[in-house]
């Protein structure tokens, strides 16, 4: 007898395509209030929202990249609004995509390649001097590596944390008598887990993912230089994306 083989679909592909949809229709929708509003007038509600973040976006790829580089701007403004939808989603009871690695991989492997192209663009023939060293040929991956695991590690501890803690609570509850049945524990403690988990915790890893990228595109625009002079250029960069964020 053949066996019958189940094709099971991770529930992160059902949440990528749920907010995919999100972000078409709140485009589409913004869309047609930009339609109608007067430009003489300022705008107001949904519309000031919206333009707030897209300067802000703006502002921070300016900030970041010094005016080096502009053509990746608008991937670096999907990527940091896919990473903020996705990664909050899970306040919804919905999986976030980023708790697969191979969506955390993919998104890496996307900036990784990044590096290539603008360090090939603006470097030249120059750029493939550093693998003459064997050492610098090997660290090469390091972004990739770092990109990948750094991101998921953080989301799927979160997941992990909230669903003990919902077991622990429904353990502890179940030895209530009459009432037991309803986690009521895990419903008063919950929320503020995943208020930390789900939203502070999820902006913060999208917004870090989204300035790695544009700190290590930007490096590459300039000839290598000594590593302990470019750690310090990675720290400025850095340092301008977290002032950037307490604004």
Same mark, same amino acid.
């Given at each position: 007898?053949?066996?019958?083989?189940?094709?099971? #679909?991770?529930?992160?592909?059902? /949440?990528?395509? !749920?907010?995919?949809?999100?972000?078409? %229709?709140?485009? +589409?929708? $913004? *869309?047609?209030?930009?339609?109608?509003?007067?430009?003489?007038?300022?705008?107001?509600?949904?519309?000031?929202?919206?333009?707030?973040?897209?300067?802000?976006?703006?502002?921070?790829?300016?900030?970041?990249?010094?005016?080096?580089?502009?053509?990746?701007?608008?991937?670096?403004?999907?990527?940091?609004?896919?990473?903020?939808?996705?990664?909050?989603?899970?306040?919804?009871? #919905?999986?976030?995509?980023?708790? /697969?690695?191979? !969506?955390?991989?993919?998104?890496?492997? %996307?900036?990784? +390649?990044? $590096? *290539?192209?603008?360090?090939?663009?603006?470097?030249?023939?120059?750029?493939?001097?550093?693998?003459?060293?064997?050492?610098?040929?090997?660290?090469?991956?390091?972004?990739?590596?770092?990109?990948?695991?750094?991101?998921?590690?953080?989301?799927?501890?979160?997941?992990?944390?909230?669903?003990?803690?919902?077991?622990?609570?429904?353990?502890?509850?179940?030895?209530?008598?009459?009432?037991?049945?309803?986690?009521?524990?895990?419903?008063?403690?919950?929320?503020?887990?995943?208020?930390?988990?789900?939203?502070?915790?999820?902006?913060?890893?999208?917004?870090?993912?989204?300035?790695?990228?544009?700190?290590?595109?930007?490096?590459?625009?300039?000839?290598?230089?000594?590593?302990?002079?470019?750690?310090?250029?990675?720290?400025?960069?850095?340092?301008?994306?977290?002032?950037?964020?307490?604004?």
């Amino acid at each position: 007898m053949s066996k019958l083989t189940k094709t099971i #679909l991770q529930p992160q592909i059902l /949440s990528i395509f !749920v907010v995919t949809l999100i972000l078409i %229709i709140f485009t +589409i929708f $913004i *869309y047609q209030k930009i339609k109608k509003h007067n430009i003489k007038k300022a705008p107001k509600g949904i519309l000031l929202f919206v333009e707030q973040y897209v300067m802000s976006v703006d502002n921070l790829f300016e900030e970041v990249t010094d005016g080096e580089i502009s053509k990746p701007a608008p991937y670096i403004f999907s990527l940091i609004t896919f990473l903020f939808v996705s990664n909050t989603i899970g306040i919804f009871g #919905l999986e976030t995509p980023s708790s /697969s690695y191979s !969506v955390t991989l993919t998104l890496a492997f %996307i900036s990784w +390649i990044g $590096i *290539y192209v603008v360090g090939i663009v603006y470097q030249k023939f120059s750029f493939f001097r550093r693998y003459l060293n064997p050492t610098n040929f090997i660290s090469q991956f390091a972004p990739l590596i770092s990109l990948s695991f750094r991101m998921f590690g953080n989301i799927i501890g979160g997941s992990t944390i909230i669903y003990l803690l919902y077991y622990f609570t429904g353990w502890v509850w179940s030895h209530i008598p009459i009432i037991g049945h309803l986690n009521l524990l895990g419903i008063i403690i919950a929320p503020m887990f995943h208020m930390y988990f789900d939203i502070f915790s999820g902006l913060i890893q999208g917004f870090v993912f989204t300035l790695l990228t544009m700190i290590y595109w930007t490096l590459q625009t300039k000839p290598p230089r000594k590593k302990q002079n470019q750690k310090n250029i990675f720290k400025k960069h850095f340092k301008k994306g977290k002032l950037w964020m307490k604004k």
